[in-house]
């Protein structure tokens, strides 16, 4: 009788009271419980694989879409929930935070951290967020203006806040922090910016900084942090601590509970181009690096460099994944990570031994890995000095952070994986001027016409291609490839119902077999998906949830997809026999272009070299927009009357559209303007031609071609 009377007051109060503490033990628990999902890959191994098999193979045909949560804005969505006890947790725009029934998707609470909207133009690839931590009845969130946030699981309300970063510094946070053993964990971006990175750690009871752990040297004048600092610096030549040097930790935070060990995957050096970051060559420690770290001190314990002065944006931030698998008759404790440099490595967690590194995509910058030594054999002609040089993978990566998973069930790593190359032309030293808050790579892609031209005509040749990739790494081999007709694809999911989930930049959201390939179910979601969905149980139900939407550093630029009527981000459920529906695509009338401005051929094609350099990496090359941020071919009259206070004067700064007065004048405004109506122009011609759908079909192979244009983040007039 008790016993009901304390259910019926719990069923009365709601899934948000049942709140139990994530604890220790919980979280060991969870690697057999697949209940919940307590931390960013689930569990502390970060295999993104659940033991749930209610959804399997043999039913995955009858599942549909359970519920949706509309977010009410359109600026990208990278999140992976976090579902405990019933209740489900993410981040999206702006950092900020929900929680919702995981059953129903009603709302229960919503917290905006309220980041300043000029902060945009430290974030590189959209005021996104990939997720919270959980430790005990709390959750942690960063911020894109470099707080660190501790939230009250059951209210959203605010308990600390710290800022993490210097913020008259470039720092951003989108990834998600780590908690374990009572600390909370976290890095930042923004090494083209001009950062250095570090992770700190803080106590997550009272917010107080208890660590930090730089990956790169600072000014030897200063003194070094540590003994591991003054090792660094030994491989490091010139005045990199000037443009920062890069290393920034801005995803991939690992805790071994086994091992007791903390791994962080350091980004790429900055500027990219290693004569001008390292003069005399050097390896540049830790760029590139998967480094083991006491979770209690922060005190270096080893470290395994992936790419030895790295030159093409190659970083070792992508998702690790703990597993023990058979090597040579014996189970060995390892790391599994697919990282930017298109390698499949595998790493001893006990010492950073170099197991394997293969291929799992094109890659020409290294023939292979020496073994012996563990470092990249590298391809003559492929680090751009002196001639332009075609490069795979491109600095978005063979993979990049959408989120891979383990199967432990079928000894397979599903990767969302990336085919795609591009054309690296060095800025020489001398000609380099480092723009703090602007992209500094010390490489050029189109800033005349010429060299636009060379690119477009590679691209052109060397068409991306994409996959979901499912790799075996004990035989160091792929096992199946699923092609998709897009790239950049969403993260992934494995489950015991031998499954995996993913969503697609074309739209779809599909479960596929996992041990074959074979696609089982599609659902069509009607946006992109960038981010890796989750699965939970509530109610003896199996629920799939994924965050649908567009934006990131590849789709801003590319502006490729679903240019118009794009709905807003959401979050989907889906389970057995779901029968709600999604409301039908929204409607937009696209405003006929004003009459074009009086311009020469040259003030034109300055315009767009500009709009390329600085512009592109938001609106999209050639101003094709991606349709989360406003597209500059289909602007209302408003914003080309005030199209130069926009520019010069911050009018849209509180929008997070940054203003350019520190590097663009009223003429250089003049000529974007001039060009962008152009590009109306254009636009419409098209539309009236072939309609909406063959425009896009007809654009998208030049579109493809512009893709990294967005690359064209150059410093040098
Ligand atoms: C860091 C990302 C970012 C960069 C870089 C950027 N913008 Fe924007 N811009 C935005 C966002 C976000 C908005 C939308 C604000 C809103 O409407 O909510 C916007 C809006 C605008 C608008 C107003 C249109 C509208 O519908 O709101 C214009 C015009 C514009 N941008 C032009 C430019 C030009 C020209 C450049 C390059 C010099 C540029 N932007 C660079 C993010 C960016």
């Known amino acids: 009788m008790r016993k009901i009377l304390l259910l019926c007051l719990l069923a009365a109060l709601g899934p948000a009271s049942l709140a139990a503490p994530v604890t220790p033990e919980r979280m060991l628990q969870a690697e057999t419980n ?30 549909g879409l359970a519920w949706y949560f509309e977010t009410n804005t359109k600026l990208g969505l990278e999140t992976t929930p976090l579902v405990i006890d019933g209740v489900l947790y993410f981040t999206g725009a702006w950092s900020t935070a929900w929680a919702l029934d995981a059953k129903t998707g009603e709302l229960l609470w919503k917290h905006d951290p309220e980041v300043p909207r000029e902060a945009s133009i430290k974030a590189c690839c959209g005021v996104v ?16 203006d470099g707080r660190l946030i501790a939230l009250d699981r059951d209210t959203g309300e605010q308990l600390w806040s710290q800022q993490t970063t210097d913020p008259n510094e470039p720092y951003s946070i989108t990834g998600a922090p780590r908690a374990a053993k009572g600390l909370v964990f976290i890095g930042n971006g923004g090494s083209e910016f001009g950062t250095r990175g570090y992770v700190s750690a803080y106590d997550a009871e009272t917010g107080l900084l208890v660590w930090r752990f730089h990956t790169i040297p600072g000014n030897p004048a200063d003194g070094f942090e540590n003994e591991a600092m003054a090792m660094a610096a030994e491989t490091w030549n010139g005045e990199w601590w000037k443009y920062g040097g890069g290393g920034t930790v801005w995803d991939s935070i690992v805790y071994d509970a086994e091992l007791d060990q903390l791994y962080i995957g350091v980004g790429n050096g900055a500027p990219h181009n290693r004569r001008i970051r390292s003069p005399g060559g050097g390896d540049n420690l830790f760029l590139t690096s998967i480094v083991a770290l006491d979770p209690d001190s922060g005190e270096y314990l080893w470290h395994y460099q992936q790419v030895p002065g790295e030159a093409w944006d190659y970083t070792a931030t992508q998702q690790m994944i703990l597993a023990e698998i058979p090597w040579e008759g014996q189970p060995r404790k390892v790391i599994l990570q697919a990282p930017k440099a298109g390698f499949v490595y595998v790493v001893d967690r006990e010492n950073g031994e170099l197991l394997s590194a293969e291929p799992f995509t094109t890659v020409t910058w290294a023939s292979h890995y020496d073994m012996e030594t563990g470092r990249p054999v590298e391809v003559e002609g492929q680090d751009y000095d002196g001639e332009p040089a075609w490069v795979y993978p491109s600095p978005i990566g063979g993979h990049n952070w959408h989120p891979m998973a383990w ?13 795609m190359g591009m054309l690296f ?48 790494p004990v035989k160091q081999a792929p096992a199946w490839k699923l092609p998709h007709p897009n790239i950049h694809n969403g993260g992934v999911l494995a489950t015991a119902g031998n499954l995996v989930f993913q969503g697609t930049s074309d739209g779809r959201f599909i479960a596929v077999r996992a041990d074959d390939g074979e696609v089982l179910w599609t659902f069509p979601t009607q946006t992109s998906t960038m981010a890796g ?13 994924v965050a649908v939407g567009r934006g990131g550093a590849l789709n801003m630029a590319m502006g490729k997809g679903f240019p118009v009527g794009n709905p807003n981000n959401r979050i989907m459920a889906f389970k057995l026999g779901g029968n709600a529906t999604l409301p039908p695509m929204p409607v937009v009338e696209v405003p006929p272009p004003p009459p074009r401005m009086e311009a020469t051929d040259k003030e034109l094609q300055r315009g767009r070299e500009l709009f390329n350099r600085y512009c592109s990496r938001c609106h999209g090359a050639d101003a094709v927009g991606d349709g989360s941020i406003p597209d500059m071919r289909r602007l209302d009259p408003v914003w080309h009357e005030n199209f130069e206070a ?5 009018l849209m700064e509180k929008a997070g559209m940054p203003r350019f007065d520190d590097v663009l004048d009223k003429q250089d405004v003049r000529n974007i303007h001039a060009w962008i109506i152009e590009r109306a122009h254009e636009d419409q011609a098209l539309r009236e031609e072939s309609g909406w759908l063959a425009s896009i079909r007809q654009k998208a192979t030049d579109t493809i071609a512009r893709a ?3 690359l064209i983040r150059v410093t040098t007039e």
């Open 425 to 472: 032309d060095e800025i020489l030293p001398v000609d380099y001027k480092h723009l703090k808050r602007h992209f500094n790579t010390g490489y050029d892609i189109s800033s005349d016409a010429q060299s636009s031209q060379r690119f477009t005509q590679a691209m052109l040749k060397h068409l991306p291609k994409a996959h979901l990739l499912a790799w075996d």
């Open 34 to 63: 697949g209940d919940h999902w307590l931390s960013h890959g689930r569990t502390w191994s970060e295999q993104r694989f659940s033991p749930l098999d209610q959804i399997k193979d043999g039913n995955a045909a009858e599942l």
């Open 533 to 545: 969905p989750v699965t939970y149980r509530v109610d003896g139900e199996q629920y799939v949830a």
């Open 129 to 144: 967020n990939r997720g919270m931590a959980a430790w005990g009845n709390r959750l942690f969130l960063g911020t894109i």
């Open 407 to 419: 199967s432990p069930d079928t000894g397979l790593l599903y990767i969302p994986e990336l085919d």
């Open 708 to 710: 990294t244009a967005w």
């Open 646 to 650: 926009i520019l010069l004067e911050g």
